[in-house]
């Protein structure tokens, strides 16, 4: 099957006693045996159950089990995909399951602000160091690693540099150096881009934006593509869990030890909110990538917009990866800029139909000012180091009529220069 069929009919069919189509909600903590040796046997692994919702439920391991087809992720006993309450969670509990003190990470540069405080804070408390690099050349980008280098972290789009990285040739560095590659697939999902296809071997979504759709509940999840040999690679613990997991050591890694002990699982509720988006994912990421190229190009030539920034554009540096690993779509988030930062602020200001708030994905139209909310904690120097300059606007195209958006942008972009006129003019 399709990715736009899997992601409707995958992982769960109408349940046995009542015939529903749609995942029942399991909202239940635990879960009751019988007898106490039954419950000691899927304690000890000797039967299939779930226990506790913090490792696992039935809502949930049917979202896992759509996610992983989605990706085409491992496939066997052990489902290839572990749902997680954020994205953050998921790359959290990647990280915890790989490294260890002294261990550094080799990670694109202009990638999402909370991944970066997480590499550079919160991991750098427990002694792991990270190396950024511009990822848009794999031979360039390569030279950051070293012989201390345990995972390479990509964006597949970066947010916000919205840069499109050389992943095909640094999965290929990646393996020479048996170095697991982990994509956070978030902008561009299947059946956009399949990040395994590409040489990724750990898949991150943050399920919040995309997967989700309608900004109505926080997820994440991770998916083992198989494309790295744990049994051969860099982790001892991993090469030994490998002797009695074969393929699925890492996720039996952490289902039993990493995630379990985090204690990042998804709600059920959220879980079933996952599945609800992921029917709808393929026809809205058309839907995103159409809206998202037809105002970045309307954009690009407005008298009053300095630049725009969207791998779809056919002037974009990226325009040729968008065609040859994205078929063409390149989701719905771009930036742009209207030369200051004073014009950003009352574009924002005088927009009626799209939101003004933090988060990507959903169906409604959002648009930030990114320097003085996300990144305010950041020096001026850092910022821009990440490619967060004072005037750029970032903008998550909905799925709204394309027409309305345009116009709502226009009739700001009016506003936010006759603003800017009439400041010079009192000055
Ligand atoms: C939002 C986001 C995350 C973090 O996900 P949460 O669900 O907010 O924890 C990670 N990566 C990217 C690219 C994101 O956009």
Not at 235 to 260: C, E, N, S, Y
Not at 293 to 310: K, T
Not at 323 to 342: C, N
Not at 376 to 394: C, P
């Amino acid at each position: 099957m399709k990715a736009r069929t899997r992601a409707i009919h995958g992982g769960y069919s109408d349940d046995p006693v009542t015939g529903a189509t749609a995942v029942p909600i399991y909202q239940t903590s635990a879960y009751a045996y019988g007898t106490a040796e039954e419950l000691a046997d899927v304690f000890a692994g000797r039967a299939p159950g779930d226990v506790y919702t913090r490792i696992s439920n039935p809502t949930t391991q049917a979202l896992e089990k759509r996610l992983a087809g989605l990706e085409e992720g491992l496939k066997g006993p052990v489902t290839g995909c572990i749902a997680f309450s954020s994205g953050m969670a998921a790359i959290t509990a990647i990280m915890m399951g790989l490294l260890r003190s002294g261990d550094e990470i080799l990670s694109a540069n202009g990638i999402f602000g909370g991944t970066i405080s997480l590499f550079s804070n919160t991991l750098g408390r427990f002694g792991v160091t990270t190396t950024y690099g511009n990822a848009d050349k794999a031979d360039s980008f390569e030279k950051g690693i070293n012989e201390r280098t345990k995972v390479i972290f990509l964006e597949s789009i970066g947010n916000p540099r919205m840069n499109v990285p050389d992943i095909e040739g640094i999965a290929e560095a990646a393996r020479a150096h048996k170095i697991p590659l982990v994509v956070d697939n978030t902008l561009t999902p299947p059946p956009i881009l399949q990040a395994g296809l590409l040489g990724a071997d750990l898949v991150v979504f943050s399920t919040s934006k995309y997967v989700n759709g309608h900004g109505t509940a926080i997820g994440g999840a991770l998916v083992d593509t198989g494309n790295y040999d744990w049994g051969s690679g860099l982790f001892p613990d991993l090469r030994q869990a490998a002797l009695r997991l074969g393929a699925f050591a890492f996720l039996g890694l952490q289902r039993k030890v990493i995630h379990r002990d985090l204690g990042g699982c998804p709600a059920p509720m959220n879980s079933f909110l996952m599945l609800q988006g992921l029917e709808t994912l393929g026809p809205r990421m058309e839907l995103h990538s159409d809206n998202a190229l037809r105002l970045a190009s309307a954009l690009s030539a407005h008298p009053g917009v300095s630049w725009v920034n969207y791998p779809g554009l056919a002037s974009s540096p990226y325009h040729d990866r968008v065609q040859r690993w994205f078929g063409g779509s390149a989701g719905g988030v771009f930036t742009f800029s209207l030369g200051t930062r004073q014009r950003a602020m009352a574009f924002v200001n005088a927009l009626l139909l799209a939101k003004n708030m933090t988060n990507i994905g959903d169906a409604k139209t959002l648009v930030l000012h990114p320097a003085t909310t996300i990144y305010q904690e950041y020096t001026e120097e850092e910022r821009n180091a990440v490619g967060v300059h004072d005037d750029m606007l970032r903008v998550s195209v909905g799925i709204e009529d394309a027409d309305d958006i345009l116009d709502d942008f226009i009739q700001a972009i009016a506003a936010a220069t006759a603003a800017g006129a009439a400041l010079k003019e009192a000055k």
